[in-house]
């Protein structure tokens, strides 16, 4: 069953974020500016101009990204299934990686089949980066790898000295 959902005001052209199975969904070549050829995409969501924004990506065994690589606008990716390996790091299900405008792209590598959410922000695509500067004039912007993003605690916030979470956090009142 496949559920419609009227396009949201803004940048983004369609949503699908109410899905029950991924697998109704098309799959389509990965088509993201730097990243290489053989991963397959089910769009989640595209923004106004065509681009993707969201999507389900199934990345092939041994597909890999090893090129210095710099992006120009926020990507995130969230394992769902399978595992990749970041910088060194094997990141299973639930691991999760944030590259800040302007950070080196990590080196990637699937070893077998695995599934991915991809999250970018509009403009974000993947360029060549310039060799690393050994005498480090300028701070290296670093991409955030996590093993296990649940591992995280949640972040309370603390308003004139009381707590905003539950319904309060969600409604954004002091009141109790």
Do not use: C
């Not at 950070?103 to 980066?129: H, N």
């Amino acid at each position: 069953m496949s559920v419609q959902i009227p396009a949201p005001d803004g940048p983004v052209a369609y949503d699908t974020s109410i899905m029950l199975h991924p697998g109704e969904l098309p799959a389509e070549p990965l088509e993201f500016a730097g990243l290489p050829p053989g991963a397959r995409v089910r769009v989640l969501r595209r923004m106004a101009d065509g681009q993707l924004r969201a999507g389900l990506v199934d990345l092939p065994a041994g597909w890999q990204v090893e090129a210095p690589l710099r992006a120009s606008g926020v990507i995130q990716l969230f394992v769902l299934e399978g595992s990749l390996e970041a910088n060194g790091m094997r990141l299973g299900p639930r691991g999760f990686i944030a590259v800040p405008k302007g950070a080196r792209f990590p080196s990637l590598r699937s070893a077998g089949q695995s599934r991915i959410v991809l999250i970018r922000d509009a403009g974000a695509a993947l360029q060549a980066a310039e060799p690393r500067n050994p005498q480090g004039h300028a701070a290296e912007v670093a991409p955030v790898v996590l093993a296990n993003a649940m591992a995280i605690e949640p972040i309370v916030p603390v308003i004139a000295g009381r707590r905003l979470d539950g319904d309060r956090a969600r409604q954004g009142r002091l009141a109790p």
